[in-house]
T-cell receptor
Framework: KQEVTQIPAALSVPEGENLVLNCSFT??????LQWFRQDPGKGLTSLLL?????REQTSGRLNASLDKSSGRSTLYIAASQPGDSATYLC??????????FGSGTQLTVLP | SQTIHQWPATLVQPVGSPLSLECTVE??????LYWYRQAAGRGLQLLFY??????ISSEVPQNLSASRPQDRQFILSSKKLLLSDSGFYLC???????????FGNGTRLTVT
């Protein structure tokens, strides 16, 4: 059974820092990995999707990488801003064609 | 562009009462539709998914059911709510199984 872990559960950084969020998964037989952002009391917003054949995807200040063989993905946020404060979740689409989500990293960017 | 609507945003219901949460998608046809539940401090749990009208797959046996009466409409129901049904319910869609998943704003359900 696929398990997805995100460490740390919470992270607080000063504005302007570059930061990395981690996601690990136990079964490397995946189709893709998706990163989401969730604001308090809201739904999830898709940030980046990396297909299993890709190594990374970029969107603005966000860069997501995927190392399928080691079961790891990172989300890099450059020059963090207070507006980046949210919970970030990763999810993997496994061999059963079902998404498995991590519990998220709650990010706070201090002004 | 595609949009997903989910309502109500919040709901407080007594134990034993029925439930109906509705989700509709605009701007696309034949989407895959999903219902998830998110418990505090935990990941999302897939409850139901549908690849077409009248086609419902259940992932977790429980007190809930889902229906898809129209191509872009997905309904989550219960005949009698339990306290344990409290949570944050999210509807989502995508074009096909491995394309990006898009979520509604969720419904916060409190069963009292």
């Amino acid at each position: 059974k696929q398990e997805v872990t995100q460490i740390p559960a919470a992270l607080s950084v000063p504005e302007g820092e570059n930061l990395v969020l981690n996601c690990s998964f136990t079964d490397s037989a995946i189709y893709n990995l998706q990163w989401f952002r969730q604001d308090p009391g809201k739904g999830l917003t898709s940030l980046l999707l990396i297909q299993s054949s890709q190594r990374e995807q970029t969107s603005g200040r966000l860069n997501a990488s995927l190392d399928k063989s080691s079961g790891r993905s990172t989300l890099y946020i450059a020059a963090s801003q207070p507006g980046d404060s949210a919970t970030y979740l990763c999810a993997v689409l496994g061999s059963a064609r079902q998404l498995t989500f991590g519990s998220g990293t709650q990010l706070t960017v201090l002004p | 562009s595609q949009t997903i609507h989910q309502w109500p945003a919040t709901l407080v219901q007594p134990v034993g009462s029925p439930l109906s949460l509705e989700c509709t998608v605009e701007g696309t046809s034949n989407p895959n539709l999903y219902w998830y539940r998110q418990a505090a401090g935990r990941g999302l749990q897939l409850l139901f998914y549908s690849v077409g009208i009248g086609q419902i797959s259940s992932e977790v046996p429980q007190n809930l059911s889902a229906s898809r009466p129209q191509d872009r409409q997905f309904i989550l129901s219960s005949k009698k709510l339990l306290l344990s049904d409290s949570g944050f319910y999210l509807c989502a869609w995508n074009r096909q199984g491995d394309s990006p998943l898009h979520f509604g704003n969720g419904t916060r359900l409190t069963v009292t």
